[in-house]
């Protein structure tokens, strides 16, 4: 569940839900440069990116810059710079054109490697890496190859207004008052929800049976349901009292906290989770900006400003404990997310494109199109 949390400062009081263009999280600090980053090089190369919103900040949302930073001190010009919102508009721009770096989720990422739109990632050159949770880095390694470096992670949290409703997660799927994300991957979410009643071991390997049965608990059930894009419309719903359930972030939990609602979480024994990761495209004209780029992003101050700005985990924990300690910027996430805490870590079923390493018996599980083509079915 991608945040976009650069937006929202009016929510933080609850008296308006307007974007206002900064972050509602922490208060990033001026850019600087990155010591761990190779000296300047002498090259007139230049970059095409895709990315999520938020995650190549080039200032021009205030201080919030550490794209014209990389520019100065590698020699290597950002020449093409295009942002998308939601799983989907990535895939049309991907189909449009070819880009030499891409922040892809796990929706879009096995895609890339299956088409070959992406190539392998020599971990030699991106100096952040290693340190790196193996759990994360494994999530894009495919055929004992790695196609990604884990730049920003999140997981999810079932909220609840506990001054109307009881925590309790079935009713995400089953009341007319919640909010679900607007993704053929919330179908895992809800597998999750129901594993034992389902039989289900893995929410990203359904057999058809199974995703049959989740669908008919999201057909049957939560008529009035809403299912949002973008965050605000979960702060507008618990800001005006129109929902009493919501699929969500910590992230947001703590900022609907802070403004004083009674919003709690439900809890779980498990969650869903994903990693954002930076991918090298299949034909990359200048090799060495690419990789200065996936250096840059790796590296702990650049994560750092980037979890503070956009409201997700860095994947490098050292942008929350290093030296010089950067945590300053990302404290607050890091805590929220509990970076560096394995009790946390090992309690979220972190994503891969279904059917991912399929473990039904039978190996018959379901693929992520079939998810898709139900899921539209069901909110059109």
Excluded: H
């Excluded at 307007?18 to 990033?28: C, E, N």
């Excluded at 004083?260 to 090799?287: E, F, R």
């Amino acid at each position: 569940m991608r945040t976009t949390a650069m937006v929202f400062v009016a929510c933080l009081t609850l008296a308006a839900c307007t974007p206002a263009g900064a972050a509602v999280g922490p208060s990033p600090t001026p850019s600087k440069s990155p010591t761990t980053v190779p000296s300047p090089a002498q090259s007139d190369g230049t970059l095409q990116i895709l990315a999520y919103k938020g995650y190549a900040e080039y200032g021009g949302s205030g201080k919030v810059n550490w794209v014209s930073d990389f520019e100065k001190v590698t020699g290597c010009r950002v020449a093409k710079l295009d942002t998308v919102q939601t799983a989907e508009e990535m895939t049309k721009a991907l189909a449009g054109r070819t880009y030499d770096v891409v922040s892809a989720g796990p929706d879009i990422a096995g895609d890339l490697m299956a088409a070959k739109q992406v190539q392998p990632i020599d971990t030699a050159k991106v100096s952040g890496y290693a340190d790196v949770p193996k759990r994360l880095r494994d999530l894009s390694v495919q055929g004992g190859k790695v196609y990604g470096v884990p730049y920003l992670w999140g997981s999810t949290e079932i909220l609840y207004d506990a001054s109307k409703v009881k925590g309790e997660a079935r009713q995400l799927y089953r009341s007319d008052r919640a909010a679900l994300r607007d993704s053929p991957m919330t179908i895992a979410d809800i597998a999750l929800i129901a594993k034992k009643e389902l039989g289900v071991t893995d929410p990203y390997s359904l057999t058809a049976g199974q995703l049959d049965a989740v669908m008919r608990l999201l057909e049957g059930s939560g008529k009035g349901r809403t299912y949002w894009r973008t965050p605000i419309d979960l702060i507008k719903g618990f800001a005006t009292g129109s929902l009493d359930y919501a699929q969500s972030t910590p992230y947001y939990l703590r900022l609907l906290q802070k403004a004083g609602k009674p919003i709690k979480a439900a809890k779980t024994d498990q969650t869903t989770g994903w990693v954002d990761s930076w991918m090298l495209g299949a034909n990359v004209p200048n090799i060495d900006c690419a990789y200065r780029w996936l250096d840059w992003m790796s590296t702990p101050e650049t994560q750092s400003k980037a979890a503070a700005w956009v409201g997700l985990a860095p994947a490098n924990p050292k942008a929350c404990t290093g030296k010089p300690k950067l945590a300053g910027e990302a404290e607050e996430i890091c805590d929220i997310y509990g970076v560096g805490k394995a009790k946390r870590l090992d309690r979220i079923i972190f994503a891969v494109r279904p059917p991912g390493d399929c473990r039904a018996p039978d190996r018959e599980c379901t693929v992520y199109t079939t998810w898709s083509s139900r899921w539209r079915g069901l909110v059109k």
